[in-house]
């Protein structure tokens, strides 16, 4: 479907701008033969998508924090994109700046799980990022020195969050087919930088920033750029943590669905098998009002997909 590659772009965006709800709408499941240990090893992948006002989120919380309390934990491994947690690195915020995701389903659930007793990796790290240009999405017309993180936080900023998490993947040993795709990801991530004047822009900050770079009617796409031009270093983060928790016999992430649909091409290099993906449903959203993030199509509605139901997954996540 047309829609698909782009409503799913735009998904991180839309947990920036209209708040902390969300719902799943598509679940992975594959499967490696782990000879070592006699037996497959297992990936989950939970795609999100936020939404402001779908019932459904709260229903779904419920379930995967049930799955998450009846799981064996000695043989679950967990991965999530959460603002809200500490990320694998310790990071909580931006200076003084920090992100309340809360209320939906990644909102804190690294933290959750946690406190479960749950080996948990929170690949989040674009804190900066989202701290500083998150309050713009709603107010591209606005003086951006209005807002505090925006007027505050400095493009070295935005940059060295960057930097670490590619000095991070360069330190990873997972192997020949790995490290050659750890090196492309690192090596786009860079020549993004430099398209975007990153080094040469440090001392400004990300209000100026804005301000040189895009006019009020050109900022949204300026915008979308920041946000998501490293996304592939969070899709291998999370085929890092899978790849290195082969001693568990299931990983389940639930990021994004951008990030999990990648994750899931790239896991097949790696040997990973699919054995179940749901099927995604669209529907039309008539109210333009809970379009954002979303392509409007003759200024009339926008696809968005439907939440499914998660029971089936206690056959995959409670099964031994």
Avoid at 47 to 68: N, P, R, W
Avoid at 147 to 167: G, K, Y
Avoid at 268 to 288: A, D, M, P
């Amino acid at each position: 479907m047309k829609f698909r590659g782009y409503y799913i772009v735009l998904t991180y965006l839309l947990s920036l701008s209209i708040g902390s709800h969300a719902f799943i709408y598509e679940v992975k499941v594959m499967k490696r033969w782990d000879a070592q240990r006699n037996r497959d090893h297992y990936f989950i992948g939970c795609s999100d998508f936020h939404d402001k006002t779908h019932a459904v989120t709260g229903d779904q919380m419920q379930k995967i924090e049930q799955l998450l309390t009846q799981c064996d934990k000695k043989n679950t491994n967990v991965v999530v994109e959460d603002l809200s947690s500490a990320n694998d690195s310790g990071r909580l915020a931006c200076g003084r700046f920090m992100v309340n995701s809360r209320g939906g389903i990644l909102g804190g659930l690294a933290e959750k799980g946690r406190t479960m007793g749950l080996s948990v990796d929170n690949v989040e790290f674009r804190l900066c990022r989202v701290t500083s240009l998150g309050p713009v999405l709603n107010n591209l017309h606005a003086d951006m020195n209005n807002f505090p993180s925006a007027s505050t936080v400095l493009v070295a900023a935005l940059r060295d969050e960057v930097l670490h998490e590619i000095a991070q993947i360069q330190a990873y040993e997972d192997g020949p087919i790995a490290k050659k795709m750890y090196a492309q990801g690192i090596h786009d991530a860079k020549n993004q930088l430099k398209e975007l004047h990153i080094d040469r822009h440090q001392q400004m900050t990300i209000a100026d920033f804005l301000n040189t770079h895009a006019k009020p009617e050109g900022r949204l796409e300026l915008l979308k750029t920041l946000l998501t031009f490293d996304s592939g270093l969070l899709d291998l983060k999370i085929v890092h943590s899978v790849m290195n928790a082969q001693d568990k016999q299931k990983s389940i992430a639930i990021a994004g669905g951008s990030h999990i649909g990648r994750v899931g091409e790239l896991l097949e290099k790696f040997g990973y098998q699919h054995v179940k993906t749901t099927k995604v449903i669209f529907g039309r959203e008539h109210n333009l009002q809970k379009c954002l993030g979303s392509h409007i199509i003759d200024g009339a509605f926008c696809m968005k997909p439907e939440p499914i139901n998660l029971d089936f997954l206690d056959a995959v996540i409670l099964s031994q």
